[in-house]
């Protein structure tokens, strides 16, 4: 699974990282793109958000590439495998566990979708503060965050 943030300090967007954040994001998509399997929600949540900080244009950033390339693949097993994950009506979804119910509403989507794949619950992060915030309640509930900028104290972007 791939925080938003990711794409964004892919394409340059996040002013408060260093070079070697983007760097790390920009080699982390590349590889996904060539070698991975991206993890998205079947009812589009991720990808829309995606959407709002990418361009289908697949430029100028590699953000935008991996977004294109994600859009382009998005039927192909091989590249996107995706998941139901089930909205509990009170905002959130089933599949969030009862300890991360206060954790960022903004990314439920990221945690249920997560633990509907329920193969390899891991959360990659570049500048989100709030992967790093929630970390001990994450461990406990089986999910692992992968920080790709470790010495960025960064704020809410997604």
Known sequence: MIDTNVLIVANGKAHHVGSACVESAIALLEHTESRGIVVLDSSWLIFEEYERYCSFKGQPGVGDRFFLHLHHRQADRRHVH??????DGRGSFEEVPEGLRAFDPSDHKF????????????????????????????KQNGITVVELCGDCRASRDR
């Open 82 to 87: 995706r998941v139901d994950i089930t909205p």
């Open 111 to 138: 945690v249920a979708t997560v633990v509907a794949d329920g193969r390899q619950a891991v959360v990659v992060n570049c500048a989100d503060s709030d992967w790093r915030e929630a970390e001990q309640e994450l």
